[in-house]
């Protein structure tokens, strides 16, 4: 009996290892589906020329698309406000009359629990008849995949490195809200320019052990070895082996101390941010931070006194800038006028609107989804109405816009406010250029 | 060099203070009440939740908000804990009541979010009277300043400590706490109300969660469960040390603790990687360290009530007992109802469904090894969504990289897993007691912090893609034919865990499991029958970890993966029939489908409020109040609550359910027949009826 088990389960075995053994991978891919149009409303090519159109989600009064969003997230982030930009975006073009006389309509608000995103995106696809997925905004991004290979016109929250395409695989379907390539480790002289602004000279730099943290870490050290030189700084600490959810850092500000840091920048989540922040007024460390992901209204409402004098850098103009861009006003406007708070969330989701009804515009009355991505990907200054500093969608899903360039809008927190800073009028984005070794600014609309 | 050691030790104090506090409480609750108690870092994250809304957002005096979330809302779900929950498992095993803990620690947080929302809670505010813990900083100036919070800390933990440790070396109510944990019989025997001690016990242990919560969770910038249950998994390595009994131990072990965190983080260079891989896995390296190496460990610590021989056997397997004409029915039946519903799933359902059904059937492969490790073999693990993290990793290394047939990476994948658990197995399965839980629980949050972020393991940032199987012409890209593909390895494996079940190793376990010392009279060794179940249980993981890279396209551990969903899984699979093939697949399935039912079953009052804008007054109140969030927190403190029933069918649910509907189904027809009870239907109204 013990026997004739043994040999059944050999046999169960043998038969699973020469079936795998007979077989390869799969590379079919699920036929692209096409489709077609807009614009923002204010600006809508023959706004009210209805053509026929064969495409999901397109009838001849509506055109349908859903999102999905991490809006049940541990981290209680707003990242479902993503969904009220989009909302706030389209209640703006349809009481203009919608775009080639049909209605856009956000028709799916889908929460993708358990960051199973792929599932969600199948049910929008299959169950909603979207033309176009917007907003996305994920934590994970396992469904991005399955709208490359369906061709599906996506616009999201780049966060997340599957967002960004290669040679093999350029992703050109996806639109993150200002460019969909992320590079974690590309040494920015962002950094290094700020040092040189702020006459500060020497640098830590605090990141987890996690892959795209630590990656965060080794671009900071190899901007200043590549930059640094006429800032005349230099990185003089370095922790990438933090545990997420760390509580304790007193001992690495004891060695920055130690080492007279003086600027201090982090791949870390606010927590970790702020567990610094509190240990550095203990330890009265004099150093200012530069914070590349605080732009939240809340926290800086909370422990902005711990950041008194830190820069914070976002790829949007920030909405205390007093020169606004006419896309930022129109943002706050109707934010305002359908009784929402501006958040960077739903200013995301505004923005991958914006960008979708751009496509639109750009595939003409006849739309179909391979014309609005085509029609996307042939704009080379994107600005969203200055809210951007401008997107090259001819490369912008596979390299960095600019080598050796880096442009963002900077605050500095002053009495737990963001103030602008090298702003000039009508040029919200300040600009480092590495010019043969030399770091020089530039400004742009 | 001297002078840093003094420095960073120094600093390690007062997080030391922290772990020690956790660890306190643990083993506080584990010896008033004999429950290992990993819902005390949920308890915890109630009172910092409560304190949060009454201090910060209702604005309250400080004493009143902390005598509400600690002296109030803490002991009272002790209370609550004790009366409807533990009191009925006064006399089950150590096992039993941390399942039950962990059924607890899945669901009290979705409670708390339902009730209190699931916003950011930012900055929660300080036991102390600063509206932050930086604003009173002592002694000013100093090279060592405390915060408020800190000095809150070391304040209560010193008074918790020394409390503590004089109630129990000074007799009374200590003593009966520990007495009543012994054997709740015979302290009613000596006349003492073992109800009230319990109650007392749970009272006090609570206090303390509560305490620890409102004093912790300054320590962070935001409230998240997730950060009070990491900070307890690191304190375990502290109750090791002090033998999950000894107070004083126990808090010197959580200081120690934290003196070598800081240590590690003076001296090891900060961009090594010795230190990525050293430093976040400090605790759990220590707490598996401390596991292989006391003694003590090995040796059961399962308290045993004396009289709890008095206690009915358990109920047989209601399979063992259904005459065999039944048998065949039910084979019968449950074929024809496997066969309806896939037919059901590939013709009828839509897209989208079916990549539900297909990712709970291919989930049903990872759970099949819970039925091996744990059903079979004995062995609690908590590790088995790491092991199906190495089969998904290696599968997508081997087809990324060595462009390998995706079922061969697949087989490559189940070896890798089973590799590691044979290595793994050797030394947990000689451990006793609670232990081999904390042991897997140690190395799956190792894996989490140390391995899996590892390029060369997982890929990194962007997760590995796999691709979906082509065997011969058979293209199983499209989702209908990777659930044919998925149903029928379910099948195979299914047969597989079954035959090993039935088979001579289930069978030496079965009499391991009666009585070990029987068992090895007979000439059984004990360690080679488990030591099998748990290497297969970690292989079929890590298969299934495969199919489950290989479905989603990508290896991506924080999708599939996570050691919080490896607990949900023990969770469901526990609460369903840990022996049973048929829990593990109801399980899986039900994982994906419950929530998708509950988010349609929310989503229905708002979509009827848009479509009947004419709805007013209390039925559109009511129906406005439902939110769709609520699906995941409602799904999950379901799962939560069922690994309750634990106590009372530790056969499971399923396995109850069954016994109960062979013994309706043998008096209908005894009753048709005229007939008295038959033998079988007897003997299963005796052990129902009989059952614990």
């Known amino acids: 009996m013990r026997n004739t088990r043994r040999a059944v389960l050999v046999a169960l075995f043998a038969v699973v290892s020469l079936v795998a053994g007979a077989c390869s991978n799969s590379e079919t891919k699920a036929a692209p589906v096409t489709t077609n149009t807009g614009s923002d409303g204010a600006d809508v090519k023959n706004p009210g020329k209805n053509v026929p159109v064969d495409a999901p989600g397109v009838t001849d009064t509506e055109i349908r698309v859903g999102g999905v969003a991490s809006v049940t997230n541990p981290l209680g982030g707003k ?242 800038v007093e020169d606004k861009p006419k896309g930022l006003q129109t943002y706050l406007d109707q934010m305002e006028e359908a009784g929402m708070e501006p958040t960077e969330n739903s200013l995301v989701g505004w923005l991958n609107a914006d960008l979708f009804v751009t496509g639109l515009r750009e595939a003409g009355p006849a739309f179909d989804r391979q014309k609005v991505i085509d029609g996307i990907n042939q704009l080379t200054n994107y600005t969203a109405d200055g809210i951007l500093a401008g997107v090259d969608w001819t490369r912008a899903h596979t390299e960095v816009a600019r080598p050796g360039v880096a442009c963002q809008f900077l605050s500095k927190i002053t009495d737990s406010e963001f103030k602008p800073v090298y702003a000039k009028p009508g040029k919200p984005f300040v600009c480092s250029v590495d010019k043969g070794g030399k770091l020089v600014t530039q400004y742009e609309a | 060099m001297a002078g840093e050691i003094l420095e960073y030790a120094v600093r390690g104090v007062p997080i030391g203070c922290v772990f020690a506090l956790m660890a306190v409480g643990l083993v506080l609750t584990y010896k008033t009440s004999g429950v290992f108690n990993l819902a005390f870092a949920a308890q915890a994250y109630t009172s910092a939740v409560v304190f949060y809304e009454v201090r910060k957002e209702h604005e309250w005096p400080l004493l009143p908000a902390a005598l509400l979330a600690v002296v109030v809302v803490a002991p009272l779900i002790g209370v609550i804990l004790d009366r409807f929950l533990y009191r009925y498992q006064r006399t089950a095993g150590s096992l039993a009541k941390l399942i039950t803990s962990l059924g607890l620690l899945v669901a009290i947080p979705e409670i708390v979010r339902l ?197 009915p056997p358990p109920p047989p397997p209601a399979a063992s007992l259904r005459p065999s004409w039944m048998t065949m029915g ?197 360690i080679r029958p488990r030591l099998v179940a748990f290497v297969a249980g970690a292989g079929v993981a890590g298969f299934g970890g495969g199919l489950v890279a290989s479905f989603n396209g990508q290896a991506n551990y924080a999708a599939n993966f996570t050691f919080y969903l490896g607990l949900v899984w023990l969770v469901l699979v526990i609460t369903a029939g840990f022996r049973s093939v048929q829990a593990a697949i109801i399980s899986g399935i039900f994982f994906y489908v419950l929530p998708q039912l509950l988010d349609r079953l929310f989503r229905w009052p708002g979509n009827y409020l848009t479509s009947n804008p004419e709805v007013s007054g209390v039925t559109k109140s009511v129906l406005d109040f439902i939110e769709p969030e609520w699906s995941l927190g409602v799904a999950f403190i379901l799962f939560g609550f069922g690994a309750l029933t634990y106590a009372k069918h530790p056969e499971g649910i399923i396995e109850a359910q069954t016994t109960k509907s062979i013994r309706k189904v043998l008096g209908w027809i005894d009753k048709a027949r005229g007939k008295g009870p038959t033998p079988a239907s007897e003997q299963l109204v005796t052990q129902v009826g009989g059952g614990r």
Request: proline content about 4%; glycine content about 10%; overall charge negative.
């Open chain 1, 79 to 320: 990242f479902g406000t993503a969904f009220d930009g989009v909302k706030a975006y389209f209640d703006m073009v349809n009481a203009k009359g919608g775009i080639y006389g049909r209605k856009l309509v956000l028709a799916a608000e889908r929460d993708d629990k358990l960051g199973n995103n792929k599932v969600e995106v199948e049910g929008l696809l299959t169950q909603d008849d979207v033309f176009a997925v917007l907003p996305v905004a994920t934590l994970l991004f396992t469904g991005a995949q399955t709208l490359v290979d369906q061709n599906v016109p996506t616009f999201g929250w780049t966060i997340n490195s599957e967002w960004a395409g290669n040679e093999q695989n350029p992703k050109k379907n996806l639109f993150g809200q200002s460019g969909s390539f992320l590079c974690f480790n590309c040494p920015y002289p962002t950094l290094p320019w700020l040092a040189k602004q702020t006459d500060r000279h020497k640098v830590g730099v605090m990141a987890y052990a996690v892959d795209q943290a630590a990656k965060c870490a080794d671009g900071v050290k190899a901007s200043f070895e590549e930059h640094g030189q006429d800032a005349d700084a230099e990185l003089v600490f370095i922790d990438k082996s933090l545990a997420y959810g760390t509580a304790d850092l007193s001992v690495q500000v004891s060695k920055m101390k130690r080492a007279g840091v003086d600027l201090v920048t982090t791949c870390m989540d606010l927590n970790g941010v702020v567990t610094l922040a509190k240990e550095m007024k203990k330890q009265e460390l004099d150093a200012i931070a530069y914070l590349p992901n605080a732009y939240d209204h809340e926290f800086v409402e909370e422990f902005g006194d711990l950041f008194e004098g830190s820069f914070v850098r976002t790829d949007f103009v920030q909405w205390e």
């Open chain 2, 115 to 311: 009730i209190f929302g699931s916003g950011s809670k930012k900055n929660p505010p300080a036991l102390w009277w600063v509206k932050r813990t930086d604003d009173f900083l002592w002694p000013q100036g100093s090279r060592f300043v405390l915060d408020a919070g800190q000095i809150a800390t070391l304040a209560f933990t010193a008074i918790a400590v020394t409390g503590l440790a004089i109630m129990f070396s000074r007799g009374g109510i200590g003593l009966r706490m520990r007495a009543v944990v012994e054997s709740p019989r015979l302290v009613q025997l000596q006349g003492i109300d073992a109800s009230r001690v319990s109650l007392a016990s749970w009272m006090l242990s609570s206090l303390l969660a509560g305490l620890a919560g409102v004093l912790i969770a300054p320590l962070f910038a935001q409230l998240n469960s997730l950060d009070f249950f990491t900070l307890l998994v690191a304190a375990i390595a502290a109750c090791v040390i002090g033998s999950l009994t000894n107070i004083v131990a126990t808090f010197i072990g959580g200081i120690g603790l934290g003196i070598l965190q800081a240590e590690l983080a003076g001296f090891l260079p900060t961009d090594s990687i010795l230190a990525t891989g050293l430093r976040p896995g400090l605790p759990f390296l220590v707490l598996f360290g401390l596991l292989l190496f006391r003694r003590s460990a090995r040796t059961s610590h399962e308290v045993t009530d004396p009289l709890s021989g008095v206690d």
């Open chain 2, 330 to 526: 039910t084979r019968v039946f449950a074929v024809t109802v496997a066969v309806l519903g896939l037919v059901l799933a590939l013709f009828v359902l839509d897209e989208f469904w079916l990549s539900v059904v297909t990712s709970g059937v291919v989930l049903a492969v990872v759970l099949l090894s819970i039925v091996l490790t744990t059903g079979v073999g004995g062995t609690i693990s908590l590790s088995q969504a790491a092991f199906a993290a190495i089969g998904a990793f290696t599968t997508a290394q081997l087809t990324t990289n060595f462009n390998l047939s995706v079922l061969v990476a697949m087989v490559a994948g189940a070896l890798v897993a089973a590799a590691v658990g044979a290595v793994l197995s050797l030394p947990i399965i000689r451990l006793a007691g609670i232990y081999p839980a904390l042991a897997t629980l140690a190395f799956a949050l190792m894996f989490e912090n140390v391995l899996a972020p590892l390029s060369w393991v997982s890929g990194g940032a962007t997760p590995l893609t796999v691709p979906r199987p082509l065997v011969g012409p058979i293209d199983f890209a499209g989702n209908r034919a990777f659930l044919l593909l998925s149903v029928g390895i379910l099948a195979v494996l299914s047969v597989a865990v079954i035959m090993i079940r039935q088979g001579t190793t289930g069978r030496f376990l079965d009499a391991i499991r009666e009585s070990e010392p029987a068992a090895s009279a007979v000439g059984i060794n004990p």
